[in-house]
């Protein structure tokens, strides 16, 4: 049986102000193995208990062969999210299961822990039993009734070490400057103070000029190779634009920040800090 291993700070996305990321408990993963009838890979109690499920920043998995022709999935296999347990948990992997079972007709020693109906990323206990070390599959239904079934990885333990961050699908961290905030001058003032410099934008057309960009030397972007960045925008910076946000006005100053997913945590705590009780972070990187 693979060793535990020690759960990345950054495997989850950032919670939103108010959303509940709490733990698991004991009891509740003692209910869940008893209502599954399995007991869950030590490496994915040790997730739960750090957090009970939710959105994966890490959730990129390389896969050492490419799936089946007629599978949707690809090489580089995308793990959306993590099933928690219990009450505290957004999707739990009890009600999962009989969901996948009951509509989707998901074989019953599949555990799903991600997926939307038309497929599923597994605990996988058809070889090893119900308490036994599972590996990580994918099932894919199909409307000819010829499902796509393969392995993804050995166990949860190999899957959770082989995540990473996908720079291609990360948003960045969104921080409102509301009444107190600093903005305009002081907001420049601020930045200038923690280390930031004003980014050369380049040429640009007047008639639809960039946001003001800042880089920050200290820590790096989730962009390879580039310094964290800082974007000063209104909440709809042009009027066929989406807004950032429904939670302020499309006028209101934002914040976007591009920072590296392992130093996100300490940027935005400095950044915040810096900027004082009218900047509010309204979500990390996702």
Known sequence: MPDTPSVPSDLFVRPRPGEIACPATETEIAAAESALGVTLPPAYKA??????????????FSLKVAPPKQSHARKKYQVSSLAGVGTGAGENIVEMRELA??????????LPLCGDGHWWC?????????????????????EDG???????????HTLIKGLRVDPESLTPALIALDEGAPV???????????????ADMGIANPKFPLPPRWTWGKYASFVKGCP???EVWRNRWRPESTPLTTERSETHPMLRVFIAADTEQACLNELLGALGRGAVLLHGLR
């Open 228 to 230: 964290a960045g800082i």
């Open 122 to 142: 597994c605990l996988d206990y058809r070889v090893c039993g119900p308490h036994g070390e599972p590996s990580i599959a994918h099932y894919e239904t199909a």
């Open 146 to 156: 010829r499902d796509v079934d393969f392995l993804i990885a050995e166990s949860f």
């Open 184 to 198: 305009d001058a002081a907001l420049d003032a601020v930045l200038e103070r923690i280390g930031c410099k004003r």
């Open 101 to 110: 079972g009951r509509e989707w007709d998901v074989p019953a020693m599949l």
């Open 47 to 60: 997730v739960l208990l750090v957090r009970n499920g939710g959105s994966l920043l890490r959730s990129i």
